[in-house]
């Protein structure tokens, strides 16, 4: 099964779809019925705050704004809700802000800086159970563990370095794990030389959880519009008035939360400040009895690896493994049959006891990178009541719904300001149009520096 965004590229784009289905994603044909939601906007409409983007920052926003605030948020998602990068992730919930790798925090940003950035890392986890808890949403949430593994023996230092890094920089106790340890008490598959165990991470059904958040944030007050997307933007009296093909809304102030799937077209003061780029899921066949004991595969941790292209995969409820890395650069037929055979060898090369791994499932969709590797909570520079949290760089799951808390906070209360490098406004790519030239550059770069020893 296969299932990809309506366009084959969001930086060419006129339009994000018009209620696209949710795909047929392995999370689709397991979170069972969508929740209600407040159908196609009809009509003109008025209201403190607009929300362009039904995923997990545009529900959280709209959660907190009505829950702690009173304001009664319109959020506008061009297709069905969730339909994004919320409804089709690799599920996992991790500390992580963009794709610089701690080790260049501190170099970036000094000690304490990179200490108040790694401290919303962590509030962003707290975010995304207190979602859970005060939603009472069933989306299978995992026991808390992530591993990282080295895919190489000669990563195993890294690994080293960056517990110790942790240790002494943000006081976070990362436990080493070296290939028996894994064997025995995780997995024993094969690039697993050692491992670094965070014991703050989880999974969980990504869909199921975004469903609840809509029912959450309907809950609280907030009105959550699908099939209806903003084509057009305009500023009169004091107003912004957001046009979609079927009503009208005036908002005092807007929130963009529309990830990699931003139409740079029609909002210019976005123009070149985002690179969508695709990451793929493969879902397999379920593993047999035998299988899974060949592998001894008791883990229930979420799992990545060392490469700068890195794997992350874990093992589903129902023995199934399911693996996702970055995607070509362009979503072509041919591109994307040849990706799906790339996963599954990466499935065989992880899990040797599965014998004749297959496709089951496979998806993709458009994560959004920035300039400098960092997602950004910020408003437009000459416009205040633009806000727009973006550039999660492929590990939103748990900083989107934070990002959508904070920018709710700062709206209702003046409060939830992010430290600097995460406030501060998107940088602009330079020669933006030959963006898609730099990814192709940099990706040879990783893949050289990923298979080196
Ligand atoms: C395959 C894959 C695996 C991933 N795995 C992980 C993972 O394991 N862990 C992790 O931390 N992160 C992961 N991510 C990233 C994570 O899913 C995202 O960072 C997060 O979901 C972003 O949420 P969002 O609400 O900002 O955006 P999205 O969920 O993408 O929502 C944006 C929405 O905006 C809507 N929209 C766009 N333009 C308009 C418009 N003009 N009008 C109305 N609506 C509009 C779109 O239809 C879309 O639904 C993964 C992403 C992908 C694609």
Redesign the pocket.
């Known amino acids: 099964m296969s299932a990809g965004p309506p366009y084959n590229d969001p930086l060419r784009a006129r339009h ?2 018009s209620g ?1 289905a949710q795909p047929a994603t392995y999370w689709q044909a397991t979170a069972g019925p969508p929740p209600e939601d407040d159908g196609v906007l009809e009509g003109d409409h008025e209201t403190e705050v607009a929300i ?8 959280s926003c709209a959660h907190y704004l009505a829950s702690r605030s009173g304001i009664r948020p319109l959020v ?19 500390p ?1 802000v963009g794709r610089l790798p701690y080790a260049q925090w501190v170099g970036r940003w000094g000690e304490a800086g990179a200490r108040q950035v790694f401290a919303e890392a962590m509030a962003a986890l707290e975010t995304v159970r207190t979602l859970i808890a005060e939603g009472g949403i069933d989306c299978e949430r995992m026991p808390d563990g992530w591993l990282k593994l080295a895919h190489r023996p000669s990563r195993v230092s890294g690994l080293e370095k960056e517990q110790r890094l942790l240790r002494d920089t943000f006081g976070f106790e990362a436990e080493l794990l070296d290939a028996e340890q894994l064997a025995r008490g995780h997995v024993r598959g094969g690039e697993a030389d050692g491992a670094l165990r965070w014991s703050v991470s989880f ?1 969980m059904h ?1 869909l199921k959880l ?1 469903y609840g958040l809509v029912d959450l944030a309907r809950r609280s007050g907030a009105r959550v519009h699908t099939a ?4 057009g933007l305009a500023k009169r009296d004091g107003w912004h008035e957001l046009r ?1 093909s079927t009503g009208t809304v005036r908002a005092r102030q807007v929130v963009f ?7 740079e077209l ?2 210019p003061f976005l123009k070149g400040r985002l690179l969508p780029v ?4 493969v879902v397999t066949q379920p593993m047999t009895a035998e299988e899974i004991a060949a592998g001894n595969f008791i883990t229930t941790d ?1 799992m990545s690896d060392t490469r700068a292209m890195l794997y ?1 995969y874990r093992r589903l409820p129902d023995n199934r493994i399911m693996l ?1 890395g970055k995607g070509p650069p362009r979503e072509t037929p041919e591109g994307m049959e040849a990706h799906k055979r790339h996963l599954l060898s990466a499935v065989a090369a992880k899990f040797p006891f599965m014998a004749e791994p297959r496709a089951d499932y496979f ?6 990178l920035t300039y400098d590797f960092m997602p950004h909570v910020a408003s437009a520079e000459d416009d205040p009541s633009l806000h727009y ?2 550039g ?9 719904m934070h ?2 808390r904070r920018i709710a906070e700062r709206i209702g209360t003046g409060e939830g300001q992010l430290p600097p490098p995460l406030s501060t406004g998107l940088p602009r790519f330079p020669a933006a149009a030959f963006r898609r030239l730099g990814q192709r550059a940099m990706m040879r770069w990783y893949a050289f520096q990923d298979g080196r020893d």
């Open positions: 994000p779809g696209g362009i983007g039904g995923g997990y920052t545009g529900l506008l998602e061009a297709n069905t809700p969730a339909w994004g990068c919320s409804g089709r992730n690799g599920s996992f919930a991790r992580a999974a990504p975004a209806s997307p903003v084509l979609t939360a529309t990830n990699g799937y931003t139409l029609a909002f695709l990451s793929n899921i979420a992350y996702g998806w993709g969709g458009w994560v959004a949290a973006l999660y760089m492929g590990s939103g799951v748990s900083f989107s990002a959508g």
